[in-house]
């Protein structure tokens, strides 16, 4: 990691913090410069102590009140989990309490698709233009491999021939959001619908490993303009979308009829949900099982198995008990 330059008093504990910060996944650019906005507000403020007091925070928190609340969020945030970290080395260390959440925009609800959706939606994507080239086959395989793994669209765009493993099943997820990279377990279908593409694909385009796996007409990487055009042409063909104040379902609203449809097999196959919501966590790419809780829903399906789930437990603990009369 390049040396972030803070001149603060504190420019030492701030520089071990990013790196601590980047052991664990994080990028470390987005957090410089958040934290550098901070040092410089000590630097100016003449700050010598060892470590932020309530005062300090307060000024620095009013100097960024003219800020979206968004941003003043992040600054915020960051500058209290600094605080956090500091207090191991300094017990003296003021810890700000967390900020009282902002109001939020009314959040898009997103479709959920339906398996007889996204068989027409696969069948409009192969009948694309222009017939017999390799578009229609790029988006035939591009929407289900969103669909069967979740991937973030950015993901799966940014995917190299060498990211993907047929033999073993295994994407590799390169800098993710917020640079993490993971590992993408497939299932056997999904290798052999991505074999077929690839087959395709080495045809009419050079193959070499850093080469980009999925391709415009052009030869070119995927990028969202040429994709939501596409996906916008597959709608139209299914139904699914109408005039101009009708947009219809999103792209990314495949990874969330992943989790779900995730969540309900689960529920099926008799498992514990709660243990697993980790491994989708991971498998999703999100620091916190918080964060894939966005996706989940509660459907009329899942409702009905969580439902039947209750009703099963219920019983076994009043016979147990000797109470079923």
């Known amino acids: 990691m390049n040396n972030p330059d803070f001149t603060s008093v504190l420019a030492p504990r701030l520089s071990d913090f990013v790196t601590f910060r980047c052991l664990g996944g994080v990028d470390p650019h987005s957090q410089i410069q958040l934290l550098k906005y901070f040092d410089r507000f000590l630097d100016q403020e003449g700050f010598q102590g060892r470590g932020p007091t309530r005062h300090v925070v307060q000024r620095y928190v009013a100097t960024v009140q003219h800020l979206h609340p968004g941003t003043r969020a992040n600054r915020f945030s960051l500058v209290r989990t600094f605080c956090r970290y500091l207090r191991q080395f300094e017990p003296e260390c003021y810890v700000p309490e967390p900020m009282l959440q902002r ?3 009314p959040c898009r609800i997103p479709h959920l698709y339906t398996e007889k959706e996204i068989k027409s939606m696969l069948q409009a994507a192969r009948e694309l233009a222009p017939t017999g080239s390799l578009r229609p086959k790029t ?5 289900g491999l969103l ?3 979740g991937l973030r669209c950015s993901e799966a765009f940014g995917l190299n021939l060498s990211h993907v493993d ?6 590799f997820i390169h800098k993710g959001k917020f640079g993490k990279s993971r590992w993408v377990p497939v299932s056997p279908s999904t290798s052999e619908v991505l074999e077929r593409y690839l087959n395709e694909r080495r045809r009419v385009a050079p193959a070499a490993p850093e080469d980009p796996f999925f391709l415009t007409l052009t030869g070119r990487r995927l990028y969202h303009t040429n994709v939501d ?5 597959v709608l139209k063909r299914c139904g699914l979308r109408g005039g101009k104040g009708c947009p219809g379902p999103r792209l990314h609203d495949l990874r969330h009829a992943f989790a779900c449809t995730r969540l309900l097999a689960w529920y099926r196959q008799g498992q514990d949900v709660n243990a697993l919501l980790p491994a989708l966590a991971t498998y999703l790419g999100h620091v916190k099982v918080t964060s894939t809780q966005v996706y989940l829903r509660a459907t ?7 439902n ?9 603990n009043i016979s147990t008990k000797g109470e079923l009369t």
């Open 103 to 105: 109001e939020r925009r």
């Open 139 to 143: 988006y035939f395989t591009l929407f």
């Open 147 to 149: 669909y069967t793994t």
């Open 166 to 171: 047929l033999q073993q099943n295994l994407l």
């Open 229 to 233: 055009l596409a996906f916008r042409q």
């Open 300 to 306: 009329t399906e899942l409702l009905e198995e969580a």
């Open 308 to 316: 039947q789930r209750f009703l099963k437990n219920f019983r076994q």
